[in-house]
């Protein structure tokens, strides 16, 4: 508006003069009036041109200044301050950046809100293992920003913590499991509820918490929590940076959800560990049939698991060989007792009759419902790898691989235990065997292995129960 205001004065000013000489010089008045008009005419044309490209070059500098504000360049609006459109361009270049702060906050509470459905998604498809504890930590510790993040169980019974699981940089790990901070430090979630964050320049928290010491880190304590009984405490660490209020509001939501995990991961494992002890006094029931047989599910249990570790099987395998090792010769409860005592070699029609007991065992299994797929070892365990086994004369790889796995462990405890028709052999002796069956009745590369596991381990293969 000033610039057109200029513009104008200027213009009559020209006309003015335009007027004035021209009656100077001539004697007409129409005459002067005339060039005085043409005159600012002529002016007037030529600043109405000045003014549309000064216009065109502020709108231009306007624009450039708009498209760097939006790109986020803090020094837009400097560049505007001495414009006549600065007031203008400044208001929309606070407008936008406003428009920027809102979509960062709405696209990081979106992602935090992704994070959470997927956290509730792993909640969903879990199957109460160490390895699902430890993803879903990965998510918490994402979700929180956190450096570090423990599980601490709390055993009620014991009245102690110990280290679950982990996830991150091992910083408080490492003073848990090395004792720097003491089961003290935890007693005060025996009665609460509520999340906690301790500053790392906190020292008097440290101190009232019994830390020992000040921790270089933001500390932020969970409660797990079932029915007001204390399960354990999550533990989340903060190497850089601090805890913001969002980080605690998340590990709050995540603490409350990982609570009902964590409870049913409890009551999951009490449930196993009273299954597993009503198998094994089974298995001990069966083995007690024949006295020779004694705790025998029970050693080859041991070696199968051990096997199965040496073997870096998946977890859920190693349960598996686990169930299926204390329930291998369960078919054994329809073996005449007669027959599993008899101190002489067994007749064909006898030997027939123990041949039965994989057939027997798998049916009886197949009327219950177990979370481990036991059946195929139970069936099994007697196949060869040349296809001369029993019950269903299965050939290498067609033999289920944990079925292989007992076939070999139960035959080298047979071997190194006595029997009614002969002592027991030699370790050296038995593995010898196991070697000279290889690619016959045994798998050649887990007989292999094997051997290689008694050899590394011999004190574990030794059997002190006869």
């Known amino acids: ?145 956190a450096s570090e993040c423990v599980i601490l169980s709390y055993d009620v019974e014991d009245d102690a913590f110990s280290l ?70 999550l533990v989340l660490t903060k190497g850089n940076g601090a805890f913001s209020h969002d980080d605690y509001e998340a590990a709050s939501i995540s603490g409350a959800l990982f609570s009902l995990m964590f409870r049913n991961v409890v009551l999951h494992e009490r449930l196993t560990n009273l299954f597993i002890e009503t198998v094994a006094a089974l298995a001990e029931a069966v083995d007690a049939k024949d006295p020779y047989t004694r705790h025998h599910s029970k050693w080859v249990t041991q070696w199968a698991v051990l096997f199965g570790k040496w073997l870096n099987l998946q977890s859920a395998q190693i349960d598996t060989l686990h169930i299926g090792g204390l329930m291998h010769d369960l078919g054994k409860i329809a073996v005449p007792d007669e027959v599993l005592r008899k101190p002489q070699p067994l007749t064909p029609e006898e030997y027939e009759l123990v041949k039965l007991h994989p057939s027997k065992g798998a049916e009886i299994l197949s009327h219950v419902s177990l979370p481990w797929d036991v059946i195929p070892i139970v069936l099994h365990h007697h196949e060869r790898w040349d296809g001369k086994g029993y019950p269903n004369g299965l050939r290498g790889e067609e033999i289920p691989l944990l079925a292989r796995i007992v076939a070999i462990v139960d035959a080298f405890h047979a071997m190194t235990s006595d029997r009614a028709y002969r002592p027991a052999l030699p370790i050296d002796e038995a593995l010898r065997r196991v070697l000279s069956e290889a690619g016959k009745q045994f798998d050649p590369t887990l007989a292999s292995s094997f051997v290689q596991l008694v050899y590394s381990n011999m004190s574990a293969f030794t059997v002190n129960e006869r």
């Open 1 to 145: 508006m000033r610039l057109f205001v200029s513009c104008f004065i200027g213009a009559m000013v020209c006309v003015g003069i335009s007027v004035t000489a021209s009656h100077v010089f001539s004697t007409s008045v129409a005459t002067s009036i005339g060039v005085g008009v043409l005159v600012g005419i002529l002016t007037a044309a030529l600043l109405s041109t000045y003014i549309v490209d000064a216009f065109k070059r502020r709108i231009g500098a306007l624009s450039q200044a708009l498209s760097d504000c939006i790109r986020g360049e803090t020094k837009a609006i400097e560049r505007l301050r001495a414009d006549e459109l600065s007031v203008l361009g400044e208001g929309i270049c606070q407008l936008v950046s406003k428009l920027q702060g809102e979509h960062q906050m709405r696209s990081k509470l979106e992602m935090r809100l992704g994070q959470v459905v997927n956290l509730l998604k792993r909640f969903q498809t879990q199957a109460y293992s160490e390895g699902d504890l430890k993803a879903s930590l990965r998510h918490i510790r994402q979700l929180t920003n």
């Open 164 to 233: 679950r699981v982990e996830d991150g940089m091992p910083a408080i790990a490492n003073e848990i499991r090395y004792g720097n901070i003491s089961d003290s430090a935890w007693r005060i979630f025996l009665n609460r509820s509520e999340p906690l964050i301790v500053r790392r320049d906190d020292s008097d928290r440290f101190r009232l918490l019994q830390f020992g010491r000040q921790l270089p880190y933001d500390v932020m304590l969970i409660p797990l929590r079932s029915e007001n009984q204390l399960l354990g405490i």
